[in-house]
């Protein structure tokens, strides 16, 4: 099974800042990865698939990259409702496992 | 728009089993795969599996192998995770997820359906 590690494990960041989050995978998973945003009380968002292209709807701000087995997901600007939980996915191999998140909050 | 409106919370004793359904609308419901992912209290995601409801094929992880069954009607466009065996630490909030421009990604979430097992 391939392994996800995220980090780091909380990011502090001050609003209109940017913020870079880390996944590294245990064995190549190509581009076939995803990242989420997950807010208090509420389902996930998905935010990027194919390792760098936006969802439907996500703001310009949210940028992927990477391949193989190192990602890595920039938000250029932090707004107050960006302070969430960020999670990636690797979906090239069963199963579908997510990394252990990264938060996001306000410094 | 799409929704999926999940069943309302549910309290079982271990070893019993609970059913959670999903009600899809606002998309064709045999186009796309239906994941399930949970979540612990305080914990991050774990994938559960999918199901295909135009085949009504699934694939489950294997940690789930034997205990989960995915199922879905589509007579009312909605899908189903029934887990049995429960134990304490299968209390957590289930999400379906449909998937979105990648069959494997899931692009559209339910609103969640908290299981807690307790004696």
């Known amino acids: 099974e391939i392994v996800m590690t995220q980090s780091p494990a909380t990011l502090s960041v001050s609003p209109g800042e940017r913020a870079t989050l880390s996944c590294r995978a245990s064995?190549?998973?190509?581009?076939?990865l995803a990242w989420y945003q997950q807010t208090p009380g509420q389902a996930p968002r998905l935010l990027i698939y194919?390792?760098?292209t936006r969802a439907t709807g996500i703001p310009a701000r949210f940028s992927g990259s990477g391949s193989g087995i190192e990602f890595t997901l920039t938000i250029s600007s932090l707004q107050s409702e960006d302070f969430a939980v960020y999670y990636c996915q690797l979906y090239d191999n069963w199963p579908l496992t997510f990394g252990q998140g990264t938060k996001v909050e306000i410094k | 728009q799409v929704q999926l409106v999940q069943s309302g919370a549910e309290v079982k004793k271990p070893g019993a089993s609970v059913k959670v359904s999903c009600k899809a609308s606002g998309y064709t419901f045999t186009g796309y795969y239906m994941h399930w992912v949970r979540q612990a209290p305080g914990q991050g995601l774990e994938w559960m599996g999918w199901?295909?409801?135009?085949?009504?094929?699934?694939n489950y992880a294997q940690k789930f192998q034997g205990r989960v069954t995915m199922t879905r009607d589509t007579s009312i466009n909605t899908a189903y995770m029934e887990l049995s065996r429960l134990r304490s630490d299968d209390t957590a909030m289930y999400y379906c997820?449909?998937?979105?421009?990648?069959?494997?990604?899931?692009?559209?979430w339910g609103q969640g359906t908290l299981v807690t097992v307790s004696s």
């Open positions: 194919g390792a760098s």
């Open positions: 199901i295909n409801p135009n085949s009504g094929g699934t």
């Open positions: 064995q190549s998973v190509r581009s076939n």
């Open positions: 997820a449909r998937s979105g421009e990648q069959q494997l990604v899931q692009g559209y």
